[in-house]
């Protein structure tokens, strides 16, 4: 199952503070992750 991380569940994984967040994304597969290209900061 494919998993799209919208911008609240992408700055929630970046803050130490969301362990639940974080914990549950480290269990997927990172093939299973994808974020929306226009989230990406070059």
């Known amino acids: 199952m494919s998993y799209l991380l919208d911008t609240n569940a992408c700055i929630k994984y970046l803050n130490p503070s969301s362990s639940r967040i974080i914990n549950q994304i480290e269990l997927l597969y ?8 226009i989230q990406v900061n070059y």
């Open 30 to 37: 990172p093939y299973d992750i994808f974020i929306c290209e």
